[in-house]
């Protein structure tokens, strides 16, 4: 009883769904403020997302009628809760909580595709054209992104090490494992191979938060915010919100399974908060500099030089090097 | 009367419009885009222009309503959440302006509005085209009406 305790705990207030929300809507901040100072503007208050959410909340729900009404409603909510696990899952292992391993990365992976899946779905069951060419953007984009993304993160898991003359190798996936083998031997990211498996998979997180270059199955330009389109009110808020939860998972998986744990002193908070930041930034300034690519062309380059580049680390990673 | 429950503040601090050109010029637009610079900045208070009305609280409307113009118009009011409520810019969509008479016109935007929603509450920015500043006061009183 007291672990289904612990477990709630974890999962609805820290690291869960309240600490993951807050923090998601702070960076979805930084995200819009920093795109305001590239674009010499001078941005949103800090507050913006969070009102945004709650007028989101507030309006009418338009439930349009062809749509699949149970889906078009139901899937937000799963999108939200399977990011949310998610997150918890990754903020548990980075800061290395009590109440032992909760799950590994091969189950974070498949949390993390629910979101994708759930806006696939409920774009489809909207019943809009629009709709549902962005639903079938989003699904390509997927099977774009996940192989690479997925050779990449086995370069952590199979890494080998030569430490004092032993031939080391972290040889699992739970992220708590992850952590204890760069604490004995080193982060991932200080070897080749994990400078190219990073590269790699900062691309496709890129490509699964959907900015651009990559955000064809929202394009507001062309296809009307496309798998978004139908959404009206606490749907959208719930959408916005997993956007939000994503963006304060996707960095701090990466820097976890790449660059190491969370030391809980204050030098060791600082550090992660600022390689975390890094990664945000990149994803912002990339997202700011570049245009929209067609969603061939995505295909392509995941399966091209993304899905290339990360089987070249692998190989590195198994190597040694 | 503005609301001063949570919602209402939340509406007046993120106002989202969707920017409907019912065959205006193209002259009111460039303005509405100058809101979007540096600028003027309209990010600011939280504005946003959405790609679809159903995300949006604001339909902004410049250029007279065309005959053909006048189904989308009203389609995209209904499709809005409620609460709702229009931007009219540039003296077209406000009275029609030039196009008063002409043999292509529909009639003014409030009245094609109001033809499938009575309750319809507008705020109405003249000029040709009004300048960004005369927008954002509109803008600006329009969030008094949500």
């Known amino acids: ?321 | 009367m503005a609301s001063t429950s949570l919602f209402g503040r939340a509406l007046r601090r993120s106002p989202w419009v969707f920017h409907l050109g019912t065959s205006g010029c193209n002259n009111c637009d460039i303005e509405i885009a100058d809101c979007l610079t540096p600028r003027f900045d309209v990010e600011r208070f939280g504005v946003r222009l959405v790609g679809s009305p159903r995300h949006a609280d604001v339909l902004l409307i410049s250029g007279p309503v065309s005959i053909a113009c006048r189904k989308p118009l009203q389609e995209a009011w209904l499709e809005m959440p409620r609460p709702r409520a229009a931007l009219m810019v540039g003296v077209c969509a406000c009275s029609m302006g030039g196009y008063r008479d002409a043999y292509s016109v529909a009639g003014p935007a409030d009245k094609v509005i109001r033809e499938v929603d009575p309750d319809a509450r507008f705020v109405y920015v003249p000029g040709c085209p009004p300048k960004p500043e005369t927008i954002i006061a509109g803008l600006i009183k329009l969030l008094g009406e949500l």
Not at chain 1, 113 to 118: G, K, Q, T, Y
């Open chain 1, 1 to 321: 009883m007291d672990r289904l305790g612990e477990w709630l705990f974890f999962y609805l207030v820290f690291p869960g769904a309240t600490f993951a929300v807050a923090l998601g809507l702070a960076m979805s901040w930084l995200d819009r403020k920093v795109t305001a100072l590239v674009q010499w503007r001078t941005g949103p208050a800090p507050g913006q997302p969070f009102w945004d959410v709650v007028k989101l909340l507030g309006k009418e729900v338009v439930v349009p009628e062809q749509s699949w009404a149970a889906g078009f409603l139901a899937l937000p909510f799963v999108g939200f809760a399977a990011a949310t696990l998610a997150g918890t899952l990754t903020w548990h292992a980075a800061l290395g909580l009590p109440g032992g391993a909760l799950g590994d990365l091969v189950l974070v992976l498949y949390l993390l595709a629910v979101p994708s899946l759930a806006l696939i779905l409920g774009a489809a069951a909207s019943g809009s054209p629009l709709g549902a060419v962005g639903s079938s953007r989003d699904m390509k984009l997927v099977l774009g992104y996940e192989l690479p993304l997925v050779i990449a993160l086995l370069v952590a898991v199979f890494q080998r090490r030569t430490v004092d003359g032993q031939v080391m190798a972290a040889a699992t996936s739970s992220l708590e494992g992850l952590v204890r083998f760069q604490d004995a031997a080193g982060a991932v990211l200080y070897r080749p191979s994990g400078v190219l498996a990073l590269l790699v998979a900062v691309v496709c997180c890129h490509a699964k938060l959907g900015f651009v270059p990559f955000d064809q199955a929202e394009a507001d330009t062309e296809i009307a915010e496309g798998a978004l389109i139908e959404y009206s009110g606490p749907p959208l808020a719930l959408l916005k919100l997993t956007q939000a939860v994503q963006l304060a998972t996707l960095p701090v998986l990466l820097v976890t399974v790449f660059w190491g744990g969370v030391e809980t002193t204050p030098v060791g908070l600082a550090a992660f908060a600022a390689k975390v930041l890094l990664v945000l930034v990149t994803f912002v300034l990339v997202k700011n500099t570049n245009p929209r690519v067609r969603i061939d062309q995505a295909l392509r380059f995941f399966w091209g030089p993304v899905t290339g580049i990360a089987v070249v680390a692998l190989v590195l990673a198994r190597m040694g090097w």
